[in-house]
């Protein structure tokens, strides 16, 4: 969206640092330029003469896995949510590189209706579609390099050593995941190896709205957020 001096900025809505990469700069935003080269087709072309059609995720619910990825996407017609559930993709160069941990690239899930928490530089991690191992001291791990174990049907699964927020792999801790949707829902299980006294804490969907804060409730060992018009993670 444009800013006070009609110029895009670097975020979603107005300017955000945090949504940034090593890369983006000023003309970052100006990508969003691509979405007018359909206004380049000519009259009589079929993207402005044929008769419109339902899209896919407007008439059944669907499933797709992406073996290679180590994606399952699954969308939902009664609401046209797509969501995708990542058991492949972390964006790390092959190893020995280093494992680092990026929101946008090493979350769980993602979908058309949220975003990725994105904490300022130093601050923790959140649990927004994460899993992490807590110390009674140190802030709560991050997902390290990801190992794509299974992707069929409706099922995926991987497992990755947590990294410490210094990038250090904690010292014989190991989790592993799998993943099965339906419908809206994903149902996400953890088996974790981790030391005596270490805490495990695992976050759904980060939902938002700029009008009113989301309602919480939350119980034993359960929370959940939900915004007015009932969208809920």
């Given at each position: 969206m444009p800013g006070g001096d009609g110029l895009l900025s670097l975020g979603w809505y107005r300017p955000f640092l945090p949504v940034t990469q090593a890369y983006s700069g000023p003309a970052s935003p100006y990508w969003a330029g691509k979405a007018f080269l359909g206004l380049l087709l000519?009259?009589?072309?079929?993207?402005?003469?044929?008769?419109?059609?339902?899209?896919?995720?407007?008439v059944d619910d669907r499933y797709l896995a992406l073996p290679a990825p180590g994606w399952l996407l699954h969308s939902t017609a009664g609401d046209g949510i797509v969501r995708l559930v990542n058991h492949g993709s972390d964006r790390l160069p092959p190893a020995p590189a280093?494992?680092?941990?990026?929101?946008?690239?090493?979350?769980?899930?993602?979908?058309?209706?949220?975003?990725?928490?994105?904490?300022?530089?130093?601050?923790?991690?959140?649990?927004?579609?994460?899993?992490?191992?807590?110390?009674?001291?140190?802030?709560?791990?991050?997902?390290?390099?990801?190992?794509?174990?299974?992707?069929?049907?409706?099922?995926?699964?991987?497992?990755?050593?947590?990294?410490?927020?210094?990038?250090?792999?904690e010292d014989g801790s190991a989790i592993v995941s799998a993943s099965v949707v339906h419908g809206p829902w994903e149902v996400r299980v953890h088996l974790v190896r981790a030391s005596a006294g270490i805490s495990v804490r695992e976050g759904g969907w980060a939902v938002a709205c700029d009008d009113a804060p989301p309602v919480a409730e939350t119980g034993p060992g359960w929370a959940l957020a939900r915004r007015a018009d009932g969208l809920t993670g």
């Open positions: 000519p009259p009589g072309h079929a993207a402005w003469t044929a008769r419109e059609e339902a899209s896919p995720v407007d280093p494992a680092h941990h990026s929101p946008h690239y090493s979350r769980f899930a993602y979908s058309s209706v949220t975003a990725p928490e994105t904490p300022p530089e130093g601050e923790p991690d959140g649990p927004d579609n994460h899993v992490a191992l807590v110390g009674p001291e140190g802030p709560p791990t991050l997902r390290g390099r990801i190992h794509p174990l299974y992707t069929r049907g409706r099922i995926a699964s991987s497992w990755h050593t947590p990294v410490a927020a210094g990038g250090v792999d």
